[in-house]
């Protein structure tokens, strides 16, 4: 799903999207749910030319400084040897 139609579905103050730009041009983005002192970011991406590069742990840092004083969860899939993408979900699990 494109990321403009994420924050065109978001509506209302329980889900935002969050774009990381470089140049004008976004590299990356998060889509988290927000419930009273919760933050689920629900899917997290980073374009494949920007990964690896310290981008990724910039956003993390603003997202705890933009919603400091709550608890910020971040979802991935389980680490499952039998998947196609283990070695990528190796990989989001050390990040």
Sequence with gaps: MPWWLL??????????VLAAR?????IGFAYSLLRADIVYFFFFAMEKDHRGQGYGSKILSEVRRRYAGRRIFLGREPLDPGADNYE???????F
């Design 22 to 26: 470089e140049d004008g041009e976004i």
């Design 7 to 16: 924050r065109l579905t978001a509506g209302g103050r329980h889900a935002e």
């Design 88 to 94: 990528q979900r190796q990989r989001r699990a050390a």
